[in-house]
């Protein structure tokens, strides 16, 4: 059975940083797409940002662009978000996804793995 964990969230104000791991565990790690979303009360899941496989492909959704960085640890059966120059509209729960294809896509419905969140709230 393939188990995602994810951790790091937290309070942050406004300018600060975090940075949110989500572990991998059952399953091949180095075979499956990793992303994250993130979602607030009342609105639909969002896709954030995706990884490849090997790490070379990369793609963010054009909100976090430039202040987030997707990346991975295969070793580690990790991947990681950095989430720097945070803002108060980033507040949300965020969620690791796993999809068994090389890259992911922004819609939720491809993904077969999901954690269970962590939330992440940044004050002004």
């Known amino acids: 059975q393939v188990q995602l964990v994810e951790s790091g969230g937290g309070l942050v104000q406004a300018g600060g940083s975090l940075r949110l791991s989500c572990a991998v565990s059952?399953?091949?790690?180095?075979?499956?797409?990793m992303s994250w979303f993130r979602q607030t009360p009342g609105k639909e899941r969002e896709f954030e940002a995706t990884?490849?496989?090997?790490?070379?492909?990369?793609y963010l959704a054009d909100s976090v662009k430039g202040r987030f960085t997707i990346s991975r640890d295969n070793a580690k059966n990790t991947v990681y978000l950095q989430m720097n120059s945070l803002k108060p509209e980033d507040t949300a729960v965020y969620y690791c996804?796993?999809?068994?294809?090389?890259?992911?896509?922004?819609?939720?419905?491809?993904?077969?793995?999901w954690g269970q969140g962590t939330q992440v709230t940044v004050s002004s």
């Open positions: 059952g399953g091949t790690f180095s075979r499956y797409a």
């Open positions: 996804a796993g999809d068994r294809t090389y890259y992911g896509g922004p819609g939720d419905y491809e993904y077969d793995y």
């Open positions: 990884i490849s496989w090997s790490g070379m492909n990369r």
